[in-house]
């Protein structure tokens, strides 16, 4: 069972550029998450997606854009990367919306 | 008042100890609990949900007291695998997840 699946599992990107975080779930989730996790911190939701076709922000979406034209996938969006924006970011899935989510393994971004 | 709030620690402790971990949250209208795992650069995972009428799960105990809006987490006869940073987690009807910043347990022999 390959879960949640996050690609690439690090990057280093300089001021200004951009990039793609790539999320796919095989469990037919329809709910899927990102997060970011700043050193000594607790995870914060960035966008989420409750089906196909539908995303909303979540608590700290600037920044950053996402889209879901399918289930399996929910890429995150990087358009100018910042300083602010090194972090590692985890993508989650769940089935329901009230259920324990299901986590990827983490990109380590770093922006320099 | 922060949403979840936890005690960082770290707490070290030795093999075979019990170690009780605490969690408050301000969110009133929460309605369900979770306490996840974190081991050092790896991905969250779901250690144990937490039911209103306290649940356990072999050397884990978790409670939670809605009155109190405070959520505990036990761990019996600790094991050096049990080091990991623990979130305390809850979520609102309709809501996101929130998570706390962790407690870190160390396990030393």
């Known amino acids: 069972n390959a879960g949640v699946t996050q690609t690439p599992k690090f990057r280093i990107l300089k001021i200004g550029q951009s990039m793609t975080l790539q999320c796919a779930q095989d469990m037919n989730h329809n709910y899927m998450y990102w997060y970011r996790q700043d050193p000594g911190m607790g995870l914060k939701l960035i966008y989420y997606s409750v089906g196909a076709g539908i995303t909303d922000k979540g608590e700290v979406p600037n920044g950053y854009n996402v889209s879901r034209s399918t289930t399996e996938d929910f890429p995150l969006r990087l358009e100018l990367a910042a300083p602010s924006q090194t972090s590692v970011y985890f993508c989650?899935?769940?089935?329901?919306?009230?259920?324990?989510?299901?986590f990827g393994d983490g990109t380590r971004l770093s922006i320099l | 008042r922060k949403e979840v709030e936890q005690d960082p620690g770290p707490f070290n402790v030795p093999e075979g100890a019990t170690v009780a971990f605490n969690c408050t949250y301000s969110?009133?209208?929460?309605?369900?609990f979770f306490w996840y795992r974190q081991d050092c650069r790896k991905e969250p995972k779901l250690l144990m949900s937490v039911y209103s009428s306290g649940n356990e799960d072999g050397r884990f105990t978790a409670q939670l007291n809605r009155a109190s809006q405070y959520i505990s987490l036990l761990i019996r006869d600790s094991k050096l695998s049990d080091s990991a940073t623990y979130l305390c987690v809850v979520k609102s009807y309709g809501g996101n997840l929130i998570f706390g910043k962790g407690t870190k347990l160390s396990v030393k022999p």
């Open positions: 969110n009133s209208a929460s309605q369900s």
């Open positions: 989650a899935s769940d089935d329901t919306g009230y259920q324990p989510q299901h």
